[in-house]
T-cell receptor, first 111, second 115 residues
């Protein structure tokens, strides 16, 4: 069973609207959590990193949250643009272990 | 600045043919290097990682092998491709061993189709 579960698997939103992606994990002991953006046919690029003590972190129109108690993270996209169309991957790092990757959420922004 | 190059970007190979994907990193020394495979609808799967020249660790037993002949060069190979080897292969590097706070920097990927 995958230790990082993302939802929804995919979503379609209209340009200018907001959306929220979810990431639940069971990885332990928790070290940090990163959200990556992967454009179609390209390699993933890191958007944010969340450590245990951080609850919220923003990178432009992207805002990530972390609840280490419930082992949940979210990525909120504000005022979506066509360029936000991509897959968003949640990656959790555990001390002394390999990274655990979620399957990703595919976001499609339509004009 | 550091850059990572991966090639070829796309290739179509018949079953039983050999494979060689290359990856090089510029602008850094002693990087940790990784090969991942990404299947549709699934998370990235770590295939191999290397912490130094000639040091290769395999995460999943399979039809593939990896080599690191130089500090910043990582090669993914196969002697005889299988249909199941089709997928999107990503090379990545990091300045720290995964499991720490080190970020992974990915190449552009190689789309392999085995027919």
């Amino acid at each position: 069973k995958n230790q990082v579960e993302q939802s929804p698997q995919s979503l379609i939103i209209l340009e200018g609207k907001n959306c929220t992606l979810q990431c639940n994990y069971t990885v332990s002991p928790f070290s940090n959590l990163r959200w990556y953006k992967q454009d179609t046919g390209r390699g993933p690029v890191s958007l944010t990193i969340m450590t245990f003590s951080e609850n919220t972190k923003s990178n432009g129109r992207y805002t990530a949250t972390l609840d280490a108690d419930t082992k949940q993270s979210s990525l909120h996209i504000t005022a979506s643009q066509l360029s936000d169309s991509a897959s968003y991957i949640c990656v959790v790092s555990a001390a002394g272990k390999e990274l655990s990757f979620g399957a990703g959420t595919t976001v499609t922004v339509r004009a | 600045s550091q850059t990572i190059h991966q090639w070829p970007a796309t290739l179509v190979q018949p079953v039983g043919s050999p494979l060689s994907l290359e990856c090089t990193v510029e602008g850094t020394s002693n990087p940790n290097l990784y090969w991942y495979r990404q299947a549709a609808g699934r998370g990235l799967q770590l295939l191999f990682y290397s912490v130094g020249i000639g040091q290769i660790s395999s995460e999943v037993p399979q039809n593939l092998s990896a080599s690191r002949p130089q500090d910043r060069q990582f090669i993914l190979s196969s002697k005889k491709l299988l249909l199941s080897d089709s997928g999107f292969y990503l090379c990545a590097w990091s300045p720290l061993r995964t499991g720490a706070t080190g970020e992974l920097f990915f190449g552009e990927g190689s789309r392999l189709t085995v027919l």
